[in-house]
């Protein structure tokens, strides 16, 4: 898995805290067939808008369904998610987790990183024992769980 890496940084300047963070996530069901040209596409798109919005994530698409982790401030994220509902491609968006403020990203080098969907697990296990947040390790910790049992459960069917 290679990452695509961004020269954000949250922190405002010497002497100033770090501003509060957004994250939400999703998934959702593909309206048709994607092929790896449209999920190319897609990421191309959230290459070139995602850094000047100061969002980063990740995206995984398998069996039809796709499962996004957008981080960023609260009114980007808010204006990308709404774009996202207006998307032809996305069918049933359901909302995992949302409201989450943190103060630390934890796919801070990602502008949209694709993750294949066997590899999901692994990307989220990494995160969590890397993050010190406890919102985002709950936020962690309920992805996994519904990876495990969930609505989530085709995605590691690749």
């Not at 002497?15 to 309206?31: I, K, Q």
């Not at 190319?40 to 919005?53: E, G, M, T, V």
């Not at 010190?132 to 990876?147: G, H, I, N, Q, T």
Request: aromatic share 6%; with cysteine.
């Amino acid at each position: 898995m290679s990452a695509t890496h961004s020269s954000q940084s949250d922190e405002l300047g010497s002497g100033h805290a770090f501003p509060l963070l957004y994250n939400l996530v999703y998934c959702s069901r593909a309206t048709s067939l994607m092929d790896d040209a449209e999920v190319k596409r897609i990421l191309d798109s959230a290459h070139r808008r995602n850094p000047a919005q100061g969002i980063t994530g990740l995206l995984v698409f398998g069996s039809g369904i796709f499962f996004q982790w957008l981080e960023g401030p609260r009114d980007n994220v808010t204006q990308l998610m709404a774009l996202l509902r207006t998307d032809p491609r996305h069918d049933t968006i359901v909302e995992l987790t949302a409201d989450e403020e943190v103060r630390e990203r934890l796919f801070p080098n990602w502008d949209m990183e694709f993750v294949a969907a066997g590899d999901i697990r692994d990307v989220l296990l990494d995160a969590l024992d890397d993050t010190p947040d406890a919102k985002s390790a709950e936020a962690l910790r309920s992805m996994l769980e519904e990876l495990d049992s969930g609505r989530l459960s085709s995605l590691g069917d690749g």
